[in-house]
């Protein structure tokens, strides 16, 4: 252990070696898709990462006696990063990757204990991000299959060097699959029906000449049903604008839909092609070149999987078969599509309600889990998991 060099990046060259880490733990791994350099390095970045307003992050590489990279980690607090329950204040720790060494991890989960003690936090959850859920959260411990854009990605044996030292699993992060093109069941069909023939009802696909007016749609629905949730904030018509643009160029309008009663919003189904299809052929790198070698890769290699983000409906119609209508009338469109596999993001086993709507689709298996942990540096302190939702 006496021979680990533990360094903290203070320059552009130990900041490589951090992205670096990463690819030389998975090497050799054929289902390991490299993350876009530019995507890690945001995080760290204080003019595009909004969570340096609440808080401050700091990073380590480990190398051993030889001078090769074993292993890195960042920790960080964000005074907006609380969960339900929580009674101390918590920093996170997360870009953890380790050679298959206890005592490599160990040095690592220690020097980041030890600076989260220095700002006054009580426990520390991990892998997380230094920002929002969307991405870069959870350690995977099942379905080591390709990771989709944004998630974390590991060995199996990380789980060990988590446990053993102390963590424990704070919650669960479920993802769910399915064959898109598999028919629908019997029970969604006939809750569709009865939506279907109702001419007050209808389902839309987003148009990307008329971004305000969805974005608008958007928020009115996204507030009304899941602002206040599980620590979600309400939305702003002006940030979904902003969303979608970024969206726009990888947009698909047709996975994209927004369902009606009339003209008034009530639910919308989000999805994106599963970028990392096209991303895995860039090897990490996005400069002018890569930009360019990504639209040739996107124009001839079509992309076969698609992913859901955001999956909503006004609580006025949840439990009427809503679920159903946008279901059943998006099936009847990707079967003519080339998508051929489906991924819902992770949802928290904290939420029983959302898990049952993703449930609700009919033949839908768990694609993989992830892991949120925590560690309390106080040993003796009772280990509570995050509370169920109501």
């Known amino acids: 252990m006496t021979g680990f060099q533990l360094i903290e990046v203070t320059t552009p060259q130990l900041a490589n070696d951090f992205l670096q880490v990463n690819v030389q733990i998975n090497n050799g791994n054929p289902n390991y898709i490299r993350p876009l350099d530019k995507d890690i390095n945001d995080v760290f970045d204080k003019e595009k990462n909004k969570a340096f307003r609440f808080g401050t992050v700091i990073r380590w590489i480990l190398k051993d006696e ?138 839309r696909t987003l148009k990307k000449d008329q971004l305000e007016k969805y974005a608008g749609d958007f928020a009115t629905v996204y507030n009304a049903a899941w602002a206040g949730h599980g620590g979600l904030k309400e939305m702003k018509k002006e ?40 991303f895995k052929h860039l090897n990490g790198k996005f400069d002018l070149w890569h930009k360019l070698k990504f639209l040739w890769v996107k124009r001839t290699k079509p992309c076969t999987k698609f992913t859901g983000l955001v999956f909503g409906i006004v609580p006025e119609f949840q439990g009427k078969g809503l679920d159903a209508f946008i279901i059943g009338e998006a099936y009847k469109s990707v079967v003519k599509m080339d998508y051929s596999e489906y991924e819902m993001q992770w949802i928290g086993d904290f939420n029983p309600k959302m898990i049952n709507v993703a449930l609700g689709m009919g033949n839908v298996h768990e694609s993989r889990r992830l892991i949120t942990y925590r560690y309390l540096f106080d040993r003796t302190k009772e280990f509570n998991r995050h509370p169920i939702l109501a």
């Open 239 to 278: 940030q979904v604008v902003q969303m979608f643009k970024k969206m726009k160029p990888i947009m698909d309008e047709r996975i994209l839909w927004f369902a009606y009663e009339h003209e008034n919003p009530i639910g919308i189904f989000i999805n994106l092609p599963d970028l990392n299809q096209w």
């Open 66 to 203: 030889k001078g090769r990279l074993i292993g890195r980690i960042a920790a960080f607090t964000n005074k907006k990063y609380k969960n339900k329950g929580d009674d101390v204040p918590v920093g996170g720790v997360g870009f953890f990757d380790c050679i298959n060494n206890q005592d490599a991890a160990a040095m690592l989960f220690d020097v980041a204990k030890h600076w989260l003690l220095q700002q006054g936090m009580e426990a520390m959850d991990g892998p997380i991000n230094f920002g929002e859920r969307d991405r870069w959260w959870g350690l995977v411990v099942n379905g080591f299959q390709s990771p989709l854009y944004c998630m974390n990605y590991n060995p199996p044996y990380y789980q060990e060097l988590f446990e053993t030292y102390g963590f424990q699993p704070f919650f669960n992060q479920i993802c769910l699959g399915k064959d898109p093109k598999q028919k629908l069941n019997e029970k969604l069909l006939e809750r569709h029906a009865h939506f279907e023939k109702d001419p007050a009802f209808s389902l």
